[in-house]
């Protein structure tokens, strides 16, 4: 098998590669960008899922399911929502043979869905907070280059739509989700930084936006997630209020909190090698493979071993599988290699004589396993795994943050840049050419470097009003 393209040099052509290779995807159907998800990147898919859904409704919210199709009504009663999502829809015009006098509106996104039915759900102060969320699939003719996972026509989405009574309770269902999203980025292994986008680049209709990035090499970042605080600007359009305690009608105050399958293309590309995929246990479709070692005398003690090891994991409720076919050790341990697998237990005659398996993890990790503590030593090396995994991430993160100090700093950066900026827009478009990118926003929790006060701003150098921003290139 051919190798995978340099990691660092060509960033894209290795995720490519990857993705092809570890057979997470099908980008073969004939719809651009929209690709099918495999048996085994559907099974990581699902385990991602339910890390987003434990720690949602760990916060209180509730699963809801809402239509696909949107009238186009609907769709268009906030101007700057459909302004910023109009070049991406998808439109219905057609029932079967009749032409529909509303086009329907395949959703990009479900807030002109909920909120006119919200409205309905929300009479009195006694019915808030609505906090409720759905995982589905969103559609968005995308014109740039599609990338699995990354960017794509049908997404697979997890947004959370809330409803709260005043500006104070939303911006604190806003702390609740950054809080929700550190636990969900903790399972994941992912460091992230959490920035508030600037006005220029908010989420059409929203108050504003904060957003997750992460460093994914070559000073490029990719967005895993958005929190956004909507204030009335879409219980206005939609009208959707409540009576008070007071008896008066008051507008609810919203947030939405919106996740996608892009996390599983942060995990492949901030955790993964020259030799592949890496994932962390939690998520891995497989945490361990289990490979009987055959030699030409080994008898039937390697393979009755490995069904032993395999049936006890499996018991023990660790995603395991057996790889007994025909293939050479070498080629199999190449490939779960490849696929990212965390753990490889191999079982040849002299660990069937010991009753051992020799352990060895996808950081290239060596060492036995007694037959006598298997479930608690597997358990063990997988916790030790994933935590060099987040060590490794995190330094690697940490190293791809540099303070520049002037515009011409930003030229050719190969870093992710912290600077000072005064907060002015024309600044931040000055910003935003110098480095070729974006001013992706000022950070919302503290950010992994020594920092001082602000100096002066790196593009008018004024020091009134000075904050610390991040600008990088978004992938
Ligand atoms: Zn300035």
Redesign the pocket.
């Known amino acids: 098998m051919a190798e995978l393209p340099d990691k660092k040099n060509a960033f894209i052509d290795w995720y490519l590669a990857v993705v092809e290779e570890a057979g997470l995807s099908d980008k073969r159907y004939p719809v651009k960008g929209m690709n099918v998800w495999t048996p085994y990147g559907f099974q990581a898919r699902r385990n991602l899922d339910a890390i987003l859904v434990r720690e949602i409704e760990a916060t209180g919210s509730r699963a809801v399911e809402f239509p696909t199709l949107i009238p186009r009504t609907e769709f268009a009663k906030e101007s700057e929502h459909i302004k910023g999502f109009d070049a991406q829809v998808f439109w219905v015009t057609r029932g079967g043979l009749t032409e529909l006098d509303i086009p329907l509106a395949m959703r990009p996104t479900s807030e002109t869905a909920m909120y006119p039915v919200f409205a309905l759900w929300v009479r009195s102060h006694r019915d808030l907070p609505l906090n409720v969320y759905q995982v589905v699939n969103i559609f968005r003719y995308e014109t740039k280059t599609t990338r699995p996972f990354i960017r794509i026509r049908e997404i697979h989405f997890f947004e959370e739509h809330t409803c709260q009574v005043d500006e104070a309770h939303a911006t604190e269902r806003v702390r609740s989700n950054l809080a929700a999203f550190r636990e969900m980025a903790r399972a994941l292994l992912l460091p992230y930084l959490a920035l508030r986008r600037p006005d220029w680049d908010k989420f059409p209709g929203a108050f504003y936006s904060i957003a997750f990035d992460t460093p994914v090499g070559a000073a490029r970042t990719l967005q895993i997630g958005t929190v956004h605080h909507y204030r009335e600007n879409f219980a206005r359009p939609y009208e959707i209020r409540y009576e008070a305690a007071d008896g008066e009608q008051r507008y609810v105050h919203q947030t939405t909190f919106g996740l996608s399958e892009r996390l599983l293309g942060a995990v492949l590309a901030v955790h993964g090698d020259q030799k592949g995929a890496v994932f962390p246990s939690s998520i891995a479709p497989y945490q361990v493979v289990v490979v009987p070692v055959l030699g030409t005398d080994a008898g039937d003690g390697p393979t009755k071993a490995a069904d032993e090891v395999v049936r006890r994991l499996r018991h023990h409720g660790i995603r395991v599988h057996l790889d007994d076919g025909d293939e050479r050790p070498g080629a199999k341990y190449y490939r779960w290699e490849l696929a990212g697998v965390p753990l490889r237990l191999e079982v040849g005659r002299r660990e069937a004589e010991s009753k051992t398996a020799t352990g060895v993890d996808r950081l290239g990790r060596k060492g036995k396993v007694t037959l006598e503590h298997l479930e608690h030593e597997v358990r063990e090396r997988l916790t030790e795994f994933d935590r060099a995994l987040g060590e490794r991430a995190h330094a690697e993160l940490v190293a791809s943050l540099s303070v520049a100090n002037s515009l011409d700093d930003l030229t050719g950066s190969t870093t992710v840049r912290v600077l000072s900026?005064?907060g002015?827009e024309e600044?931040g478009h000055r910003i935003e050419t110098a480095i070729d990118g974006g001013l992706l926003g000022t950070p919302e929790e503290p950010l992994p470097l020594p920092l001082g006060a602000p100096g002066p701003?790196v593009?008018?150098g004024?020091s009134d009003e000075a904050r610390w921003a991040v600008a990088g290139r978004p992938l």
Do not use: I
């Open positions: 900026w005064c002015s600044c701003c593009a008018c004024r």
